[in-house]
């Protein structure tokens, strides 16, 4: 069983910048692929990014390229969110997520394995 722990959300200014952390529990060879995912209140889950543990292999949402980098320590099972030019539509909570799927990496229901989340708010 994989576990993850998200941290390094918080409360930042329009145009700010934060990092999130997610550390697995074990090396999740049994998973292909990490991802982060944010829901905002009333609003449905929506895929962030996501990165390969092989290869490195990323994938952004739209709304998030060139803002968002999302990177994994594979030595440490972590990975990361860098999060730049931040806007208050950002605001959400911020989950990551292991998955065992090799195609549709955006996709809500193919992962198999969820953190707790982390909120991060955006003030303007």
């Known amino acids: 069983q994989v576990q993850l722990v998200e941290s390094g959300g918080g409360l930042v200014q329009a145009g700010g910048s934060l990092r999130l952390s997610c550390a697995a529990s074990e090396r999740t060879y049994s998973t292909n692929a990490i991802g982060w995912f944010r829901q905002a209140p009333g609003k449905e889950r929506e895929f962030v990014a996501a990165?390969?543990?092989?290869?490195?292999?990323?994938y952004y949402a739209d709304s998030v390229k060139g803002r968002f980098t999302i990177s994994r320590d594979n030595a440490k099972n972590t990975m990361y969110l860098q999060m730049n030019s931040l806007k208050p539509e950002d605001t959400a909570a911020y989950f990551c997520?292991?998955?065992?799927?090799?195609?549709?990496?955006?996709?809500?229901?193919?992962?198999?394995?969820w953190g707790q989340g982390t909120q991060v708010t955006v003030s303007s």
């Open positions: 990165i390969r543990w092989s290869g490195g292999s990323t």
């Open positions: 997520a292991a998955t065992v799927a090799v195609r549709r990496l955006d996709s809500v229901p193919l992962y198999n394995y």
